[in-house]
């Protein structure tokens, strides 16, 4: 009796799952701005969207920074204000130190409301405990 | 003639076994899919500080005013409260407003994360706004 000859779609199968993988892990990284180390506080209940938004990160050394690049206080409404005219409906995100003055993410917040966003989160990771 | 037999069966080869690495692969990618959410940075949405202008409502709703001193000290609706207290009351209070709005505000030297605190306990109980206020200067 003549044997079947199937083709072998596991290799295929194995390099795609390996290609979603390697999506899964890249994505998110592309569509945050997360470089900047940064000590966020802790919360219980946050919620998680991976999508692409606008990162303002301030350090416990008062450094600010715009999706990872450095700038002035002063600049701070200019530069959020340049990435909303692409998407005013884009989420801002403030990446806080935990450390700093509350005031300081205050007039953060104040600031780039006043530069019409729509749409603000304060990031925080989730608490172990 | 029994031994020959048995001996064409396992001498057969019949390409690599990929079985258990399609397992493997898998299991790693349900494995990142669980782990990737507690890698990255969720958040909390919160409402900037804004003035809006006032308007008189028909319906009166109970509010959750939190005001946080620099000391430690927590005011709740204006009275002192202590962490313990404010965890106790703020969901009774949620349970019998009607917007479930919760609006913090701090003195000038608290710290980031005590504000984070306070914004995640009233998530817990189910605020359903969370409002930032700030001084005007």
Known sequence: ?????NINILPMAC???????????????????TQTPVDVPRAHTAE?????NITVTYTIDSRLL??????????????????????????????????????????????????????????TKKSEE | MRRRRRLRFYSQPDGLILNSLVDIALALVIGFIVSIPLFFESGIFVNAPSVAEGGASDVSDIKVNIHLLDDGGILLNEEFVTYEKLNE???????????RKVIISTESNVQYQRVINILDLAKQYGAGELALLRIRK
């Not at chain 1, 009796?1 to 000859?5: I, L, P």
């Not at chain 1, 390099?15 to 701005?33: D, R, S, Y």
């Open chain 1, 15 to 33: 390099v795609g799952l390996m290609l979603v993988l390697m999506m899964m892990v890249i994505a998110p990284l592309l569509m945050t701005h």
């Open chain 1, 1 to 5: 009796m003549k044997r079947m000859q």
């Open chain 2, 89 to 99: 009351l703020l969901p009774k209070l949620l349970a019998r407003s009607i917007e």
């Open chain 1, 48 to 52: 998680t969207k991976t999508e692409e």
């Open chain 1, 66 to 123: 715009v999706n990872d690049v450095e700038i002035s206080p002063e600049q701070l409404m200019s530069a959020v204000s340049s990435e909303l005219e692409k998407d005013p409906y884009q989420l801002v995100v403030i990446r806080a130190d935990k450390g700093v003055l509350h005031r300081d993410v205050l007039e953060i917040l104040a600031n780039v409301k006043k530069c019409g966003a729509k749409r603000i989160a304060c990031a």
